[in-house]
């Protein structure tokens, strides 16, 4: 098929940048903070790893969508957050630090939380099909190949060469959000027709899923007594997800166009609660002061 080496080099080689320019801002000190900031690491660990599956499905059910496309939303409710939600929590005046902590380590855990949940998605909205399977061992080593291999070849240059991280990880950062929209943009473009006729059906889901998660990482925190910077970052790391691994997932491992379709949507549509939430906790943050 012309444009399979979109999805079968280009959009895994995109994620592997991706992935790479995160691994190389981040040391072993940012695992740390884990225990360092345990209230909020567990307030965003069951809003990341189990309430928003949960709410994804939901939302699904509830607006009636199935099969691949049903599918395709579990996906990205899997999926781990995305690397531009450390910048907007920048914008947002949260807790960097966290962020980028929280995003290494929901990367690193959902190696194993993926797989585990598209092949239940598989299974509940595609049991009834004829050849559908997902090979769930060999797509968690695939995922491990194009998102923990990159972070830790990152890791290992900045202990490595420091000098060289640190003049070259923001100029990095540019690159890895063009290559993001990028992948965004192939995605709406292999499938266009498609993405404009569901576009008006998945923007409410996606801006109900985000809106959810948003308010419950938030409020969740803040009952666990967590400070409102860091309370802010959990709310943005529960509702901003890596849509380019989405789209690799749907294209590549799964080679189905209708699964990655919802990845691509919610790419484009999660930044506008996400920027609008970012003078929300501008607000919040200056208020506190």
């Not at 909205?125 to 194009?146: D, L």
């Not at 929300?280 to 200056?286: N, S």
């Amino acid at each position: 098929m012309p444009g399979d080496w979109v999805s079968q080099a280009a959009l895994p080689a995109g994620l592997m940048f991706i992935m790479f320019t995160l691994g190389i801002g981040l040391a072993l000190a940012d695992f740390r903070r884990v225990f360092a900031h345990p209230r909020a690491f567990l307030v965003g660990t069951v809003c990341h790893f189990v309430l928003l599956p949960l709410v994804g499905f939901a939302v699904v059910k509830a607006f009636g969508v199935t099969g691949a496309l049903a599918v395709g939303f579990l996906i990205v409710a899997a999926c781990p957050t995305g690397t531009t939600s450390n910048l907007l929590t920048y914008f947002a005046r949260g807790d960097v630090a966290l962020a980028l902590s929280f995003t290494a380590f929901a990367g690193l855990v959902s190696i194993v939380t993926v797989p585990l949940i598209v092949s239940f998605a598989i299974s509940y909205f595609m049991g009834g099909e004829q050849g559908v399977a997902f090979p769930a061992g060999a797509t968690m080593g695939q995922i491990f190949v194009v998102m923990g291999v990159p972070v830790i070849a990152g890791m290992a240059v900045r202990a490595k060469w420091p000098a060289f991280a640190q003049r070259w990880q923001a100029r990095l950062g540019v690159v890895s959000a063009v290559v993001f929209v990028a992948i965004v943009l192939a995605g709406i473009a292999r499938n266009f027709a498609l993405f404009q006729q569901h576009t008006a059906t998945f923007a409410p889901m996606v801006f109900a899923i985000n809106l959810t998660m948003l308010a419950a990482g938030y409020g969740l925190s803040r009952l666990a007594k967590v400070p409102r910077d860091q309370a802010i970052t959990v709310a943005i790391e529960s509702s901003v997800q890596n849509a380019a691994l989405a789209i690799v997932i749907g294209a590549t491992l799964l080679k189905n166009e209708e699964m990655m379709l919802p990845g691509a949507i919610y790419g484009v549509l999660m930044y506008v609660t996400g920027v609008a939430f970012v003078f929300v906790g501008r607000r919040i943050a200056t208020a506190a002061r």
